[in-house]
DNA sequence: TGCGATTCAATCGCGCGCGATTTAATTACC
DNA sequence: GGTAATTAAATCGCGCGCGATTGAATCGCA
């Protein structure tokens, strides 16, 4: 990519090249840890969910993770039939379905410790530059998702 | 999710979280001013770079987008059949897929130019503040794709 | 010249993302 | 209490990403 970048418009084109690649390079990261976990990157963030606070409804394992049913159903299929979680209707609202963690769920956990310490130390980044970043991402995200309220 | 992070490893799930839905946010802005032009977010990065120089093997595009031919193959195959682009044999060397705008495909590129301008403006950044962060994600990547050089 | 190694694109399989629709349960309101 | 509107999951279809493999063209080297 070129660096005479100069005016707004090519910068967001830049940018957008940027987060495109970022976003990949954290993929392929995360699929290098944990593959020896089972776990994919999106079942990765699901977990982890679950493992600051069980019990949850895919609405709002959807509201943490912008996704919908259409993307989670699937992927909590495949937690579920890797035995790490459980799948069930609430009895007290039956439309709704709680994930809860298996046995074998709560004991990744322990294991997983090690996902984030490598990634903290892949980038390269001190605390305070990663607080930094994460915080112009998450405000970015904000502003983005904000613009044409649809 | 918490505000409440502390330790480095906490901030990496944090900034993971973040570039997740960064990406996401992305994808969805690029989705919504994509959608008249008809293409896809990734296909207007194909676009682009033809737009910047024309006739490129599907080597060279893997290699600015960090993707090989079993995914570049099918959304190639898809600009072909949407008429934008052109595929065909380098007659110097036949492995080569050789990859040129039609007239459709360079029509486009002025139909297009407002996408990176709704973008810049849609961030609510600066033309500083699009640079430094783009500058940051670029760097990072360089970080996360250099280690384990597999 | 011949033959193994390399390179490039294509193909296969699987797991997301997501717009759109469907089904079932609950709520709201008359 | 009955019906319409709302809500939650599930399902469908399609387009990426990507590890792995295949097949064809080219290169390297004796």
Redesign the interface.
């Known amino acids: 990519?070129?660096n005479d970048?100069e005016r707004?418009?090519?910068?967001?084109?830049?940018?957008?090249?940027?987060?495109?690649?970022?976003?990949?390079?954290?993929n392929?990261?995360?699929r290098?840890l944990l593959a020896e976990l089972g776990l994919t990157?999106p079942q990765y963030?699901v977990m982890?969910l679950l493992w600051?606070r069980d019990d949850r409804s895919v609405k709002d394992l959807g509201l943490?993770?912008?996704l919908a049913s259409n993307t989670l159903t699937p992927l909590l299929k495949r937690l579920e039939s890797n035995g790490l979680i459980g799948r069930r209707r609430d009895p007290a609202d039956e439309r709704s379905v709680r994930i809860v963690l298996t046995k074998a769920g709560r004991d990744l956990k322990a294991r997983a410790?090690i996902v984030?310490?490598r990634?903290?130390e892949?980038?390269?980044?001190t605390?305070a530059e990663?607080?930094e970043?994460?915080?112009?991402?998450?405000r970015?995200?904000s502003?983005?998702?904000e613009?044409?309220p649809g």
Chains 1, 2 share one sequence.
Do not use: I, N, W
Request: charged share 20%; proline share 3%; with cysteine.
């Open positions: 990519m070129p970048v707004a418009d090519e910068l967001a084109d830049f940018l957008c090249f940027s987060v495109y690649e970022a976003g990949h390079a954290f392929q990261l995360y290098e990157y963030l982890t600051r943490k993770l912008g410790k984030p310490e990634v903290a892949a980038t390269g980044l605390q990663l607080a970043l994460a915080e112009t991402l998450r970015l995200r502003t983005l998702s613009r044409a």
